[in-house]
């Protein structure tokens, strides 16, 4: 599942399914994500057509369909495999999606590489039921939700400080139950059976945080 990208951020779908299931956060890999335009139709039309992608794609090439595309349609889908779909449905659609769309639904591409960085790259994490051994090179992610009063954002990020513990990211979501409640997401480096890791738990059951542990998995090396 798509949990970060190196330009737009969090995939916030994967942070509220991570919240609702009891799922463990297994593994990560960091791919670099290249962006064509898909459609049947060459050169690009004039008008009278819609850009389907993923609202996450859509931002990662905002410049360019500003640029390129001004005053089309742009409509968010769930997925760049279903906006490459869609244009085999209908012919006023053109999709933005990778290599293999273009491959399964019979594509051409119409332009290639239209992301805004060349260094495009997302990370995603594969989940499951067990939590990961350590290996030594392990990467922990916790969601911790505090409550809404003076001095909660310190009391929680206070710790890392202390021990020494190398914050990687950090992110949040409202809650759905609570308002004005947040939900802080984190990533750091180690394992939840590391000694300090047990300790940053135990600073925060003194501090009434309530913490999910996501996952202790090995840290991607890319």
């Known amino acids: 599942m798509p949990i970060e990208n190196s330009t737009e951020g969090s995939v916030n779908l994967t942070l509220d399914c991570l919240a609702e299931f009891d799922l463990k956060i297994c593994g990560e890999i960091e791919l ?15 008008e009278g057509f819609e850009i389907h992608a993923h609202e996450q794609t859509l931002g ?26 869609n244009v085999t449905s209908d012919n006023k659609v053109i999709a933005i999606a990778g290599d293999l769309a273009a491959e399964k ?31 030594g090179i392990d990467k922990t992610s916790i969601m911790a939700t505090t409550k809404n009063e003076k001095g909660a954002l310190y009391s929680l990020l206070e710790p890392f400080n202390r021990l020494d513990i190398n914050l990687s990211h950090l992110t949040y979501r409202p809650s759905k139950t609570n308002k004005w409640q947040y939900s802080f997401f984190i990533d750091f480096d180690g394992h939840k059976d590391d000694d300090r890791i047990k300790e ?23």
């Open 60 to 85: 990662q090439c905002r410049e360019w369909l500003e640029s390129y595309c001004p005053g089309v349609k742009l409509v968010s889908v769930s997925s760049n495999a279903q906006a490459a779909a």
């Open 105 to 135: 639904y019979g594509l051409e591409i119409l332009n290639s590489h239209i992301e805004d960085y060349s260094g495009n790259t997302t990370r995603f994490i594969t989940i499951g039921n067990i939590m990961a051994t350590r290996t």
């Open 200 to 222: 940053l738990f135990s600073d925060f059951s003194l501090k009434d945080i309530e913490l999910n542990i996501l996952g202790s998995y090995p840290k991607s090396l890319g």
């Open 32 to 46: 670099q994500i290249n962006h064509n335009l898909l459609g049947y139709n060459k050169p690009l039309p004039k």
